[in-house]
Nanobody, 125 residues
C-alpha cells in the first residue's frame, strides 16, 4: 500500500500561483504512475495532470490547465509537484494526489487505486 500526503493548497486571488506537493511513502517502488485529480462542488472528479514514474514524463494534462499548470516528479524524494500559475476561479476545487500500480495506462483514471486526503484550492475573483 502507498500512502500519499498532499500539501500546498490555500486561497489565492485570480492570477496568482500555488504549488502543490504530494509525498508518497510505504511501498513506493510499486507506483507506476502518479498524478493530480480535482473535484469541484457539484462536479465529478476530473484528471488534471498525470505522470509516468519511469521517465517522469507528463502523459496527460487537462486542456483547461495547459499553459498554466506544470507537473513534475522528484524521484529521489518520492514526490510529485503541481505548479499552478495564472489561477482562475474555475480552478477552485479539492485537489487529490493519486498513484497507480503497474504496468497500466497512466492516462486512464481507472488505473489509480491509492489516494491522498486532498488539499483545498480556492481562487477568488
Amino acid at each position: 500500500q502507498v500512502q500519499l500526503v498532499e500539501s500546498g493548497g490555500g486561497s489565492v486571488q485570480a492570477g496568482g500561483s500555488l504549488r502543490l506537493s504530494c509525498a508518497s511513502s510505504g511501498y513506493t517502488h510499486i507506483s507506476y504512475c502518479m498524478g493530480w485529480f480535482r473535484q469541484a462542488p457539484g462536479k465529478e472528479r476530473e484528471r488534471v495532470a498525470l505522470i509516468y514514474i519511469g521517465n517522469g514524463n507528463t502523459v496527460f494534462l487537462a486542456d483547461s490547465v495547459k499553459g498554466r499548470f506544470t507537473a513534475s516528479l522528484n524521484n529521489a524524494k518520492n514526490t510529485i509537484n503541481l505548479q499552478m500559475n495564472s489561477l482562475k476561479p474555475e480552478d477552485t476545487a479539492m485537489y487529490y494526489c493519486a498513484a497507480a500500480q503497474g504496468p497500466t495506462i497512466c492516462s486512464d483514471p481507472s488505473s489509480y487505486n491509492s489516494w491522498g486526503q486532498g488539499t483545498q484550492v480556492t481562487v477568488s475573483s
